[in-house]
């Protein structure tokens, strides 16, 4: 079958793809880690600094320069076994995989092969399924340390590939930056959910790294990278199919829709009569699709071989102890503990969660608001104006703490709800504190009846009918001169305080 063909064979529809084959997925994640300095030499890590300048001997694979491996980076890389639930191993080996690239200036990668660091977990995660959530494990082969590689730029194509560029640059500052990756086992029977079942894993890997504090793990700016590999087998099939391994996914959203995408790809190829090749693809973030890559090299190519150069890894069973005994609570046990003291049903801690505002809330709470208050104001009104201005919420310059100054200041009658949104706009737009807020605007709720007096009785003259009503007893009525108050004083009436009030007038006239 000749690959024109394949690539020619369009999409089948999710559905009628999920009819014909069983999904299998596998996932590698690459964590580059927030160590000071590089995996070999003392290099800086800092991200954006001017090209080549965070570089020296020995990530420049100079002649006669020697690697030393990075403790911080071993201890990260155990750590996050540890919070995987692999083994550790007690001795093992770096090892040169050897290819060239341009970006790679020592011709070969140290990295771990047949000695990895850790293997045999699993990690956990839930998703939406047709019977409410369920849990998922996944498995994990491995966790191994290497070195990450320099940046090529292409310069002067439309692309920014290789193809059509004029020139191309390369910067060296990435190369040498440690860099773990976990690979998982092949992941079966997750059926329509297996791409939500990858982007949740990847979700949950990051938070994991986060709560580690090993890494910013940003995928935008490349400090986690995913590579998403999928293969259909026909339904009932006893053997996997061909996989592909997809490159560049450079965002959870990415990651469900390029699974989705290699779905509905590959069961067009296998329906109509064609082969899957093994390859790396290419995620095209703007127009949706995969494209082809290489053609898959075996391990075999890369010669791999152990790196003579470092001595092998032996972490003693002590140490190992020691930082699994100094994990932080990681973030399954985290949200099961907040959902059971916040009271939340298993959908809204989902919302909680997918909004990104878990930690917000916690933090708010820490801060001083009750729990309900502060998801109300986080899922709410921040919530919006996150989506309006295109950020995740925790991009919003509002902090915890003022948040929970905003509930406060509402607890305690100073301003109301539709006040409080005030605040918040005012502390979003750089006004200051809430409290500055509420001193600049002249925020502040109105109880005091005599105040209040004129706007209740110009209502109630205004609308004589409704007026009659609550005279005759239908007190619900009352809704409605409540508003027209609240409009006349431009929300900072104290509503409840208003309500009583007409009530009062109108029970004694
Ligand atoms: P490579 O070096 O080729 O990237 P790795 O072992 O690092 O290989 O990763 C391969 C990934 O693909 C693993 O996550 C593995 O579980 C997964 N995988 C292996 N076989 C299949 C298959 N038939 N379908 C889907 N995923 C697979
Ligand atoms: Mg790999
Ligand atoms: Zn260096």
């Not at 003392?42 to 020296?56: E, L, R, S, Y």
């Not at 590939?161 to 910067?171: K, N």
């Amino acid at each position: 079958m000749s690959s024109v063909l394949t690539e020619t064979a369009g999409v089948l529809p999710y559905d009628q793809a999920l009819e014909a084959f069983e999904p299998v997925i596998g996932l590698e994640v690459h964590v580059e880690l927030g160590t000071n300095s590089k995996m070999f030499c003392g290099c800086p890590t800092m991200f954006g600094a001017p090209p080549n300048t965070q570089v020296c001997p020995t990530c420049l694979g100079l002649p006669g320069s020697l690697p030393v491996a990075n403790q911080a980076a071993i201890e990260a890389t155990i750590r996050i076994g540890l919070a995987l639930n692999c083994e550790i191993a007690s001795w093992c080996r770096f090892a040169r995989k050897n290819y060239f690239y341009p970006d790679m200036p020592k011709n070969y990668q140290i990295s771990q092969y047949d000695e990895p660091l850790c293997t045999e977990g699993w990690l956990d995660v839930d998703v939406d399924g047709p019977d409410g959530m369920q849990t998922v494990r996944i498995g994990i082969e491995r966790v191994h340390l290497e070195e990450d590689t320099g940046k090529t730029l292409h310069v002067g194509g439309a692309t920014g590939r290789i193809h059509g560029a004029d020139y191309s640059l390369v910067d060296y500052n990435r190369a040498g930056i440690p860099l773990v990756e976990i690979v998982t086992k092949p992941v079966t029977g997750t059926d329509r959910l297996a791409p939500e079942v990858a982007k949740a894993y990847v979700t949950e890997l990051r938070e994991l790294c986060r709560a580690l504090g090993v890494s910013d793990v940003r995928m935008e700016q490349g400090s986690l990278r995913c590579d998403a590999n999928l293969s259909l087998a026909p339904r009932g099939a006893t053997e996997w199919g061909t996989r592909t391994e997809t490159k560049n996914v450079n965002s959870l959203r990415s990651v469900e829709r390029a699974v989705r995408y290699e779905i509905e790809r590959q069961a067009a190829v296998l329906s109509g009569g064609g082969r899957v090749i093994q390859e790396t693809r290419h995620w095209h973030e703007d127009t949706g699709v995969t494209t082809a890559g290489r053609s898959k090299e075996e391990a075999q190519d890369y010669r791999y071989f152990p790196d003579p150069d470092l001595v092998p890894l032996a972490p003693a069973a002590d140490w190992v102890e020691a930082l699994r005994a100094s994990l932080p609570e990681l973030p399954t046990a985290q949200r099961k503990r907040l959902q059971a003291a916040w009271g939340l049903t298993n959908l809204d801690m989902d919302a909680l969660v997918n909004a990104g505002g878990l930690g917000l809330v916690a933090a708010t709470v820490a801060a001083g608001a009750p729990a309900s208050e502060a998801r109300k104001w986080w899922l709410g009104e921040l919530a919006r104006r996150a989506n309006e201005d295109g950020v995740e919420l925790a991009g919003l310059p509002i902090t915890p703490k003022q948040v929970a100054r905003v509930v406060v200041l509402v607890e305690a009658g100073t301003v109301n709800d539709k006040l409080a949104r005030s605040v918040i706009e005012g502390v979003l737009a750089g006004e200051g504190s809430p409290d500055e807020v509420v001193a600049a605007r002249g925020l502040v709720v109105v109880s005091d009846d005599a105040a209040l007096g004129a706007a209740i009785d110009e209502a109630i003259a205004a609308n004589p009918e409704i007026a009659d009503k609550i005279r005759a007893g239908k007190v619900a009525a009352a809704g409605a001169l409540v508003g027209a108050v609240m409009k006349a004083t431009r929300g900072q009436a104290d509503a409840a305080r208003v309500r009583e009030l007409i009530l009062e007038r109108l029970a004694g006239s």
